[in-house]
Nanobody
Framework: QVQLVESGGGLVQAGGSLRLSCAAS????????MGWYRQAPGKQRELVAT???????DYADSVKGRFTLSRGNARYTVALEMNSLKPEDTAVYYC???????????????WGQGTQVTVSA
């Protein structure tokens, strides 16, 4: 019912910046929250940043002050501005949404396919 499409991944040098975008589509009744998670090789997936429908944001301590998650101008979109990137930021980044589809009207978690972010030293 809900699909997430990510864009903006790539290769960047340490200290550089990158912007990730995510757009949700489908027969959506509402989206309660959207955000980004990441998973580095050999590590568990971890929260990067989330934003609720009310606009409240939450960031992992490791990215706080460097990353900014905001709502996009288009409906059901978010953008993650990543600044002062570090090699340890290298991971596959996944867009996620907690959404209610029209059909079923049940809250569910939805995930994008992931996009690779590589930060070179």
């Amino acid at each position: 019912q809900v699909q997430l499409v990510e864009s903006g991944g790539g290769l960047v040098q340490a200290g550089g910046s990158l912007r990730l975008s995510c757009a949700a589509s489908g027969t959506i009744f509402s989206i309660n929250a959207m955000g980004w998670y990441r998973q580095a090789p050999g590590k568990q997936r971890e929260l990067v940043a989330t934003i609720t429908s009310s606009g409240s944001t939450d960031y992992a301590d490791s990215v706080k002050g460097r990353f900014t998650l905001s709502r996009g101008n288009a409906r059901y979109t978010v953008a993650l501005e990543m600044n002062s990137l570090k090699p340890e930021d290298t991971a596959v980044y996944y867009c996620a949404a907690k959404a209610i589809p029209v059909r079923g009207m049940t809250v569910g978690d939805y995930w994008g396919q992931g996009t690779q972010v590589t930060v070179s030293a």
